[in-house]
């Protein structure tokens, strides 16, 4: 498994439809952290969007993990991008080799 980290941009024009899908989205991520696929994740603190970090095969399943949160197929997200990350230091560095 691999480490990637998601940035989610949310613009000001979504912002219904963030606070819209916010309890299902919630739901699903916790359901992903409960099975350690999702290894941490929250707004930034200027609103302007989040970080996530998930565990998965390869960025194709990130991929298709990110296209099932009901936030993303809400419209609350204008933004993606899926970056392969090695953390080094930290609990999270467990999950890498």
């Known amino acids: 498994m691999s ?15 963030r606070n819209e899908h916010r309890p299902k989205h919630r739901e699903w991520l916790a359901e992903l952290a409960e099975s350690e ?3 941490a994740s929250g707004p930034y603190a200027d ?7 998930f565990r998965g095969a390869d960025e194709a399943a990130i991929q ?15 933004g ?13 560095s467990k999950y890498v080799g």
Not at 81 to 87: A, T, V
């Open 3 to 17: 480490i990637f980290a998601v940035e989610y941009v949310y613009g000001p024009e979504v912002e219904a439809a």
């Open 37 to 39: 696929t999702l290894l």
């Open 47 to 53: 609103g302007a969007g989040a970080l996530l970090i």
């Open 64 to 78: 298709e993990l990110v296209a099932q949160d009901p936030m993303t197929i809400g419209g609350g997200v204008t």
């Open 80 to 92: 993606l991008k899926i970056s392969g990350w090695n953390p080094i230091i930290g609990k999270l």
